[in-house]
């Protein structure tokens, strides 16, 4: 059965972000382009993990795809743990996910839910977003940026 057929009334989100053997603006085989050229032509929406918005791996691959090109179908971008406060569990020597929160906790943080959500409606203009609950971020700064835009 056709996804499309299958999940008549959702949305269809397909994730691309980083291809082996291709490092863009680089190293550009078209790899990644030909995915997010794909999806366009077959109706699937597009997407990417990790929001990072002053990460030039990001910038010049997922972002760059979203932001260049005018798609019909809908985008999407993923706020994950760490996004939060501009670091992944991949800037730690160790996989291990509490040692993420802990050097989190560690750091004075700034608020940067307003930015990454402007940064991704205005500049990537995707029409999904994912917040991932990594806390405290997620009580403390995500739902009340929320919150205070409802209300107006």
Known sequence: MVMMEAFPRSAKLQYANFLPGEWLPWEDN????????????????????DLMINRKGQLNHPLAMMHESKYTVPLGI??????YIGIT????PSSDS???SNRASNLQIKNIVPVLHAFAKEFLKVQYMFWVNQE???KDQVLPCFES???K
Do not use: K
């Open 98 to 100: 509490n040692q993420l």
């Open 149 to 151: 835009t409802s209300s």
């Open 89 to 92: 569990g991949a800037d730690l």
């Open 30 to 49: 078209g790899y990644l382009r030909s995915i997010y050229n794909y999806g366009e032509q077959i109706g699937v929406g597009l997407g990417s993990p």
């Open 136 to 138: 405290p971020y997620f």
């Open 78 to 83: 993923a706020v994950q743990d760490g996004n």
